[in-house]
């Protein structure tokens, strides 16, 4: 399922921030989420575009969302949670369908595990990459969202696991954490199976 995008860019005082303003205020019954990259010393787009609304907005200083790691993230750590119990549901959270089960199922069924072996994962005997989801084909069907310092959202559907991690390793490649990280999931999963009710 593709999401649409739309970059909005120009220079100073060339009207984004008015356009930005007006296809929020609007009343079109879509919902939108907006990434601003803020280069400048002051984020002026905070007041303009959140005033007399509900809305809240989450300013990243430095231009990258992998990076930074503050409190302010704590929000964004919580949505990658959400998208990982969408994925763990279905595609459905909080009672709603958020995406087809159709697609989740395509995603949840993984790639072939002979045509990734072929690659070279040492460390990943037996899985597969598919729509950019990792799968482990283990018995409990887990899978997860990875990002080359370690970022990750790990689901497992039979032990009812989410985890949605942040990390930021200064070695660009998960070759580095999994042979600690992989046996953690594993290990969180059965715990969790052996003590639910």
Known sequence: MLIPTT??????????????????SESHGMKIAV?????????ID?????????????QMSNGCVCCTIRED?????RDLA??????????????RQIMPASAVA??????????????GYAQLPGW????????????????MARGVHGQAIVID??????????ASHPLAANANLDPTSLPAWEALARWLMRHSA
């Open 82 to 95: 959400c998208m990982g119990e969408m994925m763990r549901c279905d595609g459905a959270l909080n009672g």
């Open 73 to 77: 993230l704590r929000t964004t750590l």
């Open 106 to 119: 395509a995603i949840r069924q993984g790639g072939s595990p002979e045509r990734f072996a072929k690659a």
């Open 7 to 24: 970059v909005l860019t120009g220079f100073l005082g060339s009207g984004k921030t008015t356009l930005l303003k007006r296809v929020l």
């Open 46 to 58: 905070n007041e303009i575009l959140v005033a007399d609304t509900k809305e809240q907005i989450i």
């Open 128 to 143: 597969s990459y598919r729509h950019q989801w990792w799968h482990s084909h283990n018995g409990n069907g887990m899978f």
């Open 35 to 43: 990434i601003e990259n803020e280069f400048g010393e002051e984020n």
């Open 157 to 166: 559907p039979a032990a009812e696991m989410v985890v949605a991690r942040y």
